[in-house]
Nanobody, 124 residues
Framework: QVQLVESGGGLVQAGGSLRLSCAAS????????MGWFRQAPGKEREFVAA????????NYADSVKGRFTISRDSAKNTVYLQMNSLKPEDTAVYYC?????????????????WGQGTQVTVSS
């Protein structure tokens, strides 16, 4: 399996920006895509964004379109999530995950490996 380590979370005021990073190591050679999910207290883990590793095709949840950008650096095996115009409702633990299935990128059930998560808190 691949090991994933997130970083870059923190506390920011509404309207501010953060960039999350997720470094992958181990079994990365046949990884189809990487995704970001988030989970707020008392809520289900939800899809945020995904990027197909070889084709650079991206998907976004409607709630973050136009504000968040997912990207990747294949040389560093790292995926990023640039978050701009942050809102209090973006507050959550953010997780990156690896998909080998090749489908279902918006479903958490198709991701085989998960990072430990990083806390993002947006104050109003």
């Amino acid at each position: 399996q691949v090991q994933l380590v997130e970083s870059g979370g923190g506390l920011v005021q509404a309207g501010g920006s953060l960039r999350l990073s997720c470094a992958a190591s181990g079994r990365t050679f046949n990884m189809y895509a990487m995704g970001w999910f988030r989970q707020a207290p008392g809520k289900e883990r939800e899809f945020v964004a995904a990027i197909r590793w070889s084709a650079l095709i991206t998907n976004y949840a409607d709630s973050v379109k136009g504000r968040f950008t997912i990207s990747r650096d294949s040389a560093k095996n790292t995926v990023y999530l640039q978050m701009n115009s942050l809102k209090p409702e973006d507050t959550a633990v953010y997780y990156c995950a690896a998909n080998y299935a090749g489908w279902g990128l918006i479903s958490k059930n198709t991701y085989a490996s998960w990072g430990q998560g990083t806390q993002v808190t947006v104050s109003s």
